[in-house]
């Protein structure tokens, strides 16, 4: 079977996508140069876009979600889906991301370069680069490189004008990270 490519918003001819797949609104989803989502993946984008960066590759069973049915005063939940109210937000997966198996996207969440997601992983918010998270809601628990190591890993594989800072990734490391050491242990056991 044969995804139909021409109805993407966008699909790099580099970018593989497996069956089973299930889009709703293919239009809206735009997978840049080198991308792979594997199998048993939803992706649900009818009102904003799913935009996977280049070198990003997710495992089976991907669920991406741009929309929400907000509660509303006054209203049954169904009266509001049956008129279609939604909130969207995009969803932006950077570069160079792994999203295990069975990770869940939720409206506008921004996945920062060079991250890993965990299987089973619920985000909903933004990711630092090159941070590793897990759970439901999904937390940092760790990071692929420390501030130093980063630096060295994107001089060999970006131009100067593209690379994070040495300031940036120490500011999130110690945020994400070393302030939150204690929590993320009781966390992890």
């Known amino acids: 079977m044969q995804v139909r490519r021409s109805k993407f ?7 593989r996508v497996r069956f089973p797949i299930l889009i709703k609104g293919i239009e809206n989803v735009f997978l840049y140069e080198n991308t792979h989502i594997l199998g048993n993946t939803l992706i649900i984008t009818t009102k904003a876009k799913f935009i996977m960066k280049k070198n990003s590759a997710s ?3 991907l669920t991406v ?5 907000p509660a509303i005063v006054g209203q049954l939940f169904l009266e509001a889906a049956a008129e279609d109210v939604q909130e969207v937000k995009d969803i932006v997966v950077e570069e160079d991301v792994w999203l295990a198996a069975n990770v869940t996207l939720l409206a506008g969440t921004n996945i920062g370069r ?3 997601i ?3 992983a619920v985000c909903r918010n933004t990711v630092p680069p090159y941070a590793i998270v ?3 809601p999904a937390k940092v628990v760790g990071f692929k490189f420390t501030p130093e190591e980063t630096i060295a890993h994107e001089s060999v594989l970006y131009p100067e004008d593209e690379r994070l800072s040495l300031e940036l990734l120490q500011k999130n490391y110690n ?3 070393v302030k939150k050491i204690t929590e993320i242990r009781s966390y992890l056991t």
């Open 9 to 15: 918003g966008y699909i790099d001819e580099t970018s």
């Open 59 to 61: 495992a089976e069973g």
């Open 65 to 69: 979600i741009t929309g929400s049915h």
């Open 114 to 116: 060079g991250a890993i």
């Open 118 to 120: 965990g299987s089973g």
């Open 134 to 136: 897990v759970g439901n």
């Open 175 to 177: 945020k994400y990270f």
